[in-house]
């Protein structure tokens, strides 16, 4: 279903693309109006919708609407969690209880670390004179 719809939302991006390249422009718009142009010009006249118009709605809305259910279908596919909050989960989680020392007895030093000591290459220079 996720893929059928993921599909139709494709072509309906294609189309609504298309249709709106389509159009014939209309001459004026908001520059004509900001610019010195008159009222009219700013909100265009409302006349006749031909088929490109009526289209460009049409896919507008379709476009949105899948928009919205793909959205919604993939939010809602699974019981996911975040890694926040699986990091939280497992940090919160108890930790494991240790066998209670003897009465009488110390318990045992720890060992020290064991540490390797680090030892760096000696610095080169650079050959050629570098300029």
Do not use: W
């Not at 993921?6 to 309906?12: N, T, W, Y």
């Not at 460009?56 to 949105?64: I, K, P, Q, S, Y």
């Not at 969690?81 to 940090?91: F, H």
């Amino acid at each position: 279903m996720y893929g059928v719809l993921l599909a139709l939302h494709i072509v309906i991006c294609f189309s609504l693309i298309v249709v709106v390249l389509l159009q014939s422009g209309k001459g004026g718009g908001l520059a004509g109006g900001a610019f010195g142009g008159t009222a009219q010009t700013v909100f265009g006249g409302r006349g006749a919708t031909d088929f490109m118009t009526r289209a460009t709605m049409v896919l507008g809305g379709a476009f949105f609407l899948t928009s919205l259910v793909l959205a919604l279908m993939s939010s809602g596919t699974a019981n996911q969690r975040s890694l926040l909050q699986e990091a939280a989960r497992k940090s919160a989680a108890p930790a494991p209880a240790q066998m209670p020392a003897q009465p009488g007895t110390q318990p045992a030093p720890a060992a020290p670390p064991a540490t390797t000591p680090q030892t760096t290459p000696p610095a080169t220079t650079p050959q050629g004179g570098g300029k």
